[in-house]
């Protein structure tokens, strides 16, 4: 980290427990990411109601390159929260799930959903469990029935209107995730 973490509390005393209990949490986010360059961490107690105890609510301020986490824990009706140190789990939990989306999406892992295709059943062989679909550019996929719930299954017939992701298999191009479309859009009517 290139600045020195800073522990604030927020019209409260100075507590060391606290504040290094805040930085063993820091510790676990910078032992997750080289990246992180500051963090700013303010214990406060906003909602001081005396018939229903002290919540503290704990703002995780995490500064990285090109950006920055920001977790402001102040839940007023969460009880468990009349606790500092679950007050402040709470919070470093929060950053460390978005530090962690944050790292994913460096790296590039973030989960991007494959496109669903579109075609029709040409072909149906309910014995045997598997059909082939044409696609709008002419091409026939081979699916098989596991590709589609059982109900799916058993209402497919030709010229059924179907969504699909198109997958490479041991003999060429099959379909999973094979979907019946239903309503107006199975018909070619727009809605």
Do not use: W
């Amino acid at each position: 980290m290139q600045t020195q973490p800073q522990i604030s509390f927020d019209d409260l005393p100075v507590d060391e427990a606290v504040r290094e209990a805040a930085l063993d949490h820091i510790a676990q986010l910078e032992r997750m990411s080289d990246q992180i360059t500051g963090c700013h961490v303010v214990v406060a107690q906003p909602h001081r109601h005396h018939r229903e105890g002290r919540l503290y609510s704990v703002r995780v301020d995490v500064v990285l390159p090109g950006g920055e986490i920001v977790v402001n824990r102040n839940h007023p009706l969460d009880h468990a929260h009349e606790d500092v140190f679950v007050a402040l789990r709470d919070s470093f939990d929060a950053a460390r799930r978005r530090l962690e989306d944050h790292v994913r999406h460096l790296r590039g892992a973030v989960k991007r959903h494959v496109p669903r295709a579109e075609g029709r059943v040409t072909q149906i062989f309910p014995l045997q469990g598997y059909g082939f679909i044409e696609t709008p550019d002419g091409r026939e996929i081979y699916f098989h029935r596991h590709a589609l719930s059982a109900a799916d299954f058993r209402a497919v017939d030709l010229g059924t209107r179907v969504h699909f992701v198109e997958e490479e298999g041991d003999e060429g191009p099959q379909a999973a995730h094979v979907e019946v479309v239903h309503g107006a859009a199975a018909r070619g009517e727009s809605p």
